[in-house]
């Protein structure tokens, strides 16, 4: 393929990452389906194919590709080991590069509720809502009519606005009621933690069923606050040394836990929270190794 068609794919590569991420919540799946896509590109050069908007055909491609993953998945993740939570973009709060890119990122709290969606209902969402393509193209994708795939849209959205979490502040607010509830959490005091939790606050952990996460979400305020005092006692009793870095986890205010426990086993953590009207509305803990090897590897 001539370096230039090569040289335009790399251009788009980032926003069909972007695109990708955003329906499949997995920076791996995102690779194979932007990988996928360039195959797809290259056969349609190959065969003389007349691609006026790149940009546009790519996203519609990648659609394509990922509604086929989502089919798929759901039949793995509804057998997942229990609760799932998306792969965190994690970067430290001193990086002015990475700070610039995690403004375009898409939110933890966002990503959990589209994983409650019907795969047609996330890809109509995702490509309308967030990319800005046309019904008509989403239709294509869909393999159904313009109507269906508004409604497919419609009925997402309604679904998003039921199920997300309040994440209303700015990230200023959010660090500072993260730290909050981590020193409330770490002190062993009940009430001023549950004094930061919102009353309908939920805590969810993923463990991918090798690390111990809770294979439910814990809701309210007062088992919310029960279940982190407890946490933090085990660390305290367990951990033999440990560090908390204040990260950007999705774009909003976040910590990366690392340390070892005293039987040699590791612990590795991203936790970040959703937070409205000053107080936390959600607590996201991914703790499974197979969705941290980025984070890793920093």
């Known amino acids: 393929m001539p370096s230039l068609a090569v040289d335009e794919f790399e251009t788009e590569r980032p926003h069909l990452l972007s695109v990708a991420y955003r329906m499949l919540g997995s920076h791996a799946e995102a690779e194979d389906a932007v990988q996928e896509a360039w195959l797809r590109y290259h056969r349609a050069r190959d065969a003389g194919d007349d691609i006026q908007d790149l940009r546009g055909w790519l996203t519609?491609?990648?659609?394509?590709?990922?509604?086929?993953?989502?089919?798929?998945?759901?039949?793995?993740?509804?057998?997942?080991?229990?609760?799932?939570?998306?792969?965190?973009?994690?970067?430290?709060?001193?990086?002015?590069?990475?700070?610039?890119?995690?403004?375009?990122?898409?939110?933890?709290?966002?990503?959990?509720?589209?994983?409650?969606?019907?795969?047609?209902?996330?890809?109509?969402?995702?490509?309308?809502?967030?990319?800005?393509?046309?019904?008509?193209?989403?239709?294509?994708?869909?393999?159904?009519?313009?109507?269906?795939?508004?409604?497919?849209?419609s009925r997402g959205r309604k679904a998003i606005a039921d199920g997300q979490a309040r994440n209303t502040a700015d990230r200023a607010e959010q660090s500072r009621v993260l730290e909050a509830f981590l020193t409330a959490a770490a002190d062993g005091d009940l009430r001023a933690l549950a004094a930061v939790l919102a009353p309908d606050v939920v805590t969810i952990g993923d463990g991918g069923g090798v690390v111990s996460a809770g294979r439910n979400p814990v809701f309210g305020a007062d088992k919310v606050a029960r279940f982190w005092v407890g946490v933090f006692g085990r660390i305290e009793r367990e951990v033999a040394a440990?560090?908390?870095?204040?990260?950007?986890?999705?774009?909003?205010?976040?910590?990366?836990?690392?340390?070892?426990?005293?039987?040699?086993?590791?612990?590795?953590s991203?936790?970040?929270?959703?937070?409205?009207?000053?107080?936390?509305?959600?607590?996201?803990?991914?703790?499974?190794?197979?969705?941290?090897?980025?984070?890793a590897d920093r």
């Not at 890119?101 to 969402?125: G, H």
């Not at 991203?270 to 984070?295: C, E, F, I, M």
């Open 60 to 153: 519609t491609v990648t659609g394509r590709i990922c509604l086929d993953v989502l089919k798929s998945a759901r039949v793995r993740r509804e057998a997942y080991p229990g609760q799932w939570l998306p792969e965190p973009v994690v970067s430290r709060l001193d990086d002015p590069a990475e700070r610039v890119t995690q403004r375009q990122e898409v939110s933890l709290a966002l990503l959990v509720v589209l994983e409650k969606l019907a795969p047609e209902q996330r890809v109509a969402v995702v490509l309308h809502d967030a990319f800005a393509v046309p019904f008509e193209e989403i239709a294509e994708v869909l393999h159904t009519s313009v109507a269906a795939a508004r409604q497919h849209a």
């Open 270 to 295: 991203v936790l970040s929270v959703a937070v409205a009207d000053g107080r936390v509305t959600a607590v996201y803990n991914q703790l499974n190794p197979a969705k941290l090897g980025s984070v």
């Open 242 to 268: 440990m560090s908390v870095e204040p990260v950007l986890v999705n774009g909003d205010a976040g910590v990366l836990v690392s340390g070892r426990y005293a039987d040699g086993r590791e612990l590795l």
